[in-house]
Structures are given as structure tokens and as C-alpha cells.
């Protein structure tokens, strides 16, 4: 058994939320394993039960389309719990998680995993609350792919992924936390990447943010929210508002 090493986690993730008692009950929980970039974690329709607590590094969680491609759902880093679904209902899994970097999780099996959550009530609740969170962001982006423009779903997009990985920087921008290419960005908002990279760039232009390769960073935050036609109060309470 290797000595437990101490990650800093997004507030908004599983670990993040806990409390240090039930965070510890968590992470006594399982076994470690180290995947390799690119290797598959889950995979869709198979029928295992695991649940992985991701403890560093990154998954993308993509799926197949009607068309034969591959469509990118989501992504989630060290401190998230992903294949809790079939870990509780131990029906077929619904998406592919795939690490892109080196990932270290633990692999908790479902009989310790509801054990796990009748023993700590804390636990139950923050599970229970990103699985809605999870399956609320999951219906409001199908009704916003269907009723907004490409460039208010990138701005959404965005405004998504800062809010739960970003981190303000020391020049009062804020970074996304998120490395991601504009394929993967046009994945995740479910437009062709020459329009996503036309709505990039007329952010860029507009002030509101900066782009690099695999990176993306906020310059004003208010006017992505509104670019995003998002209400002020959206605004992430340690992001600079510009």
C-alpha cells in the first residue's frame, strides 16, 4: 500500500466538498491504480460495477453518436468520482472515460462503495448532490445546443469549466484550469471547429478572454457571463468580474 499523499482538490469536486472526516473515510476506501495516458478507465455499454475516484490527472468522458463518431461529454480531474451510475444501479455504463495524462485513482468496488455511503451520511449527500448536479448540467446543455447560438454555447462551455477548474491568477485574470485543443472545445460544445474557433476569436478581440494552445484564460468574467447570457449572480464568487 502506497503512503497517502495530500492533492489539493476544486472545492466543487466530491473530495473538495467533504468534510476531513468523511474525505478520509473516502479515501481509505479502494485500491490504487495508475492508468496511462490515453488508457481507457470504462468503457460504454460494458457492464462492470466499479466506481473510480480520480486522485490526479485528468478523464475525458466521451461517446459514440449515431453517425459513428465520438462526442465529448465532459471532462473531470483529481478530486471527481466518476461510474457511480453503474456502481449503484449496476446497469451497462453509459460513457467512455479515458485518461489523458498520467491519472492516479483509487478503484472502489460497489459493495465497499454502499457500505461506504450507509456508514457516512456526509459521503451519501455529496454523492448524491454531483450526481444531480451532473444529470442538471447534462439537461441544460441538451436544451441549450437546441435553442442558442454556437458562440453563447461556448461562452456557457467556458463559463462551466472555469467555475468548476479555474483558478484566479496573480495578474487579477482568471485561468480556465483546463487543458483543452478547439476540437475537444467544439466536442464539448457540439459545433463544428471552424465555428468554435470564429466565437474564440471574437472573444479574444472583444477583450474578454486570451488563447493559447491548449489554454484559455479570462480577462473579464462579467463580459464572458454575459456573452454566455448568463445573470451576474452566475458569477464564480473568487473570479475577477472585470
Known sequence: MRPQTRFQWPEGSVLGRLSPPDQNALLASGVYRDYLPEEVIIR???RTTFVVLLLRGWVKITAATET???ALLAIRRGGDLVGELAGLDAEPRLATVAAVGAVLTKIIMPDEFHALLERAPG?????SSTIGSKLRSATRRRVEFTGSS????VARVIFELQRNYGQDMADGRRAVGISLTQPELAGLVGAAEPTVHKSLRDLRQGGVLDTGYRNLVIRDLAALARA??????GL?????AG
Not at 123 to 127: D, I, L, Q
Not at 150 to 153: D, L
Not at 228 to 233: D, K, Q, V, W, Y
Request: hydrophobic letters at 35%; glycine letters at 12%.
Open 44 to 46: 460504454e455499454e460494458e
Open 150 to 153: 454556437v458562440a453563447v454555447r
Open 236 to 240: 464564480s464568487s473568487g473570479a475577477r
Open 228 to 233: 454566455a447570457n448568463l445573470p451576474p449572480e
Open 68 to 70: 459513428g463518431g465520438e
Open 123 to 127: 459521503v451519501h449527500r455529496v454523492v
